[in-house]
Every structure is written in C-alpha cells, then in structure tokens.
C-alpha cells in the first residue's frame, strides 16, 4: 500500500568532504568557500547551469571561474555526495529486497542526477526526482503534486523521510505521511509499523 520516499543527502549520503578540495581549486579557505557554496546554491537546486552556479560561487570569492574549472568542480562536487550512510544503505537493502517500492526525491542540481543514474543502486528506486531537472524544489507545493503524479499513489501512501522541517512541513501540508529523519534505526521502527501488512507494495 505505500511508497518509501528517501530524501537524498544527509539522510542517504553523508554530508559531503570534497568543500576542502573544492576550496583548494579555487585557491580560497574552506572558510572562505563554505558560506559562498551555499549562498548560491538553493539556485543550483532548482535548475540554474553548472557554469552559472560555478561562477556565482568565484563572484563571491572574487575568482574568476572558466569552463575546465566549471567542469572540475561539478565532477568534483558530485563526487563528495556520493557517499552513503551505512545504516542507511542497510535499510535501504532490505526495503528492496522486501519488495517496498521507493522514490527518491532530493533537491539537488541536475549535474548530480544525471551522476546518480550512473550508479547501481539508483536502480533500487523505481522513482528518482531531482530539483534541478524541475525548476523547483521542497517545499514548493508543486513537488509534492509531480511526486504522486509520477508514483500514480495517493499522497498518504507516501512515507517520505528529509531532514529538513521545512519539507517535512511541506509534505504534511500535501497530505504526505512525512517524518523527519532520526537516523534509520527510527526509520526503520516507524516503517515496521507502516508496512506490515501491506504486502510490501503501493496499489
């Protein structure tokens, strides 16, 4: 009867490492780059070019930023949230092999999808949205309509997990049954109650 609907980083992955070689590229601190890195990045989230971000970034640090380094960076970038949380990836695991189907819905550039789709164990969701690829983002109620549409569910068969309020927030207000991440151990109780006896699939 539900769909499992992951929010990608920092639920799945681990918050990325690459901010020291990124900063390195440019030739700034980490402390420096950090806070020009996520000023400008709720507009790479929804949709805006890899060069566009790249060069807001370097604008703030006062770098200038050319096409190599455009595409250095977003390899490098992509790269550092790649990496799963273990006890995330176990869950995961054995949602998949119980046949539970998932989503994954992640407000993130559309460089970073495309990066995703290359991997293997995006072929566990049977569903993978990007912000980026949209033009919009969580909380947008927009997201949350495209989210059931492409599930063909209705918005409570949907469990969705963030680790944000503000989209926890959001989904609720879209009829979603949504709860903020605590870690898969609570995911993993809480989804124990939701799926028994559900058959492990959404109808």
Known sequence: MYWV????????????AAL??????????????????????????????????????????????????VVALTKADGEGWLVFEPE???????????????????????AFGRAVEQRDWSAKFRTLIFSGDLHYAKPDPEIWAELVRRLDARPEQCVFFD???????GAL???LDARLWAGA????????GKLS???????
């Open 88 to 110: 995330a990836e176990a869950l995961l695991d054995e949602l998949h092999a119980s046949g539970v189907p998932l989503a994954l819905l992640s407000n993130a550039p559309a």
């Open 20 to 69: 020291p070689a990124l900063a390195q590229q440019l030739g700034v601190s980490v402390a420096e780059f950090e806070p020009a890195y996520w000023a400008e990045r709720e507009a790479y989230d929804r949709g805006c070019p890899d060069a566009q971000y790249w060069r807001a970034v370097g604008e703030r640090l006062g770098v200038p930023v050319d096409e190599e380094t």
């Open 185 to 192: 151990a609570d995911a993993r109780a809480y989804l124990a």
């Open 173 to 175: 207000a879209a009829g």
């Open 163 to 169: 680790d944000r309020q503000v989209n926890i927030d």
């Open 197 to 203: 006896g559900s058959g492990g699939s959404a109808s």
């Open 5 to 16: 609907v992951f929010d990608y980083g920092e639920v799945l992955s681990r918050k990325t």
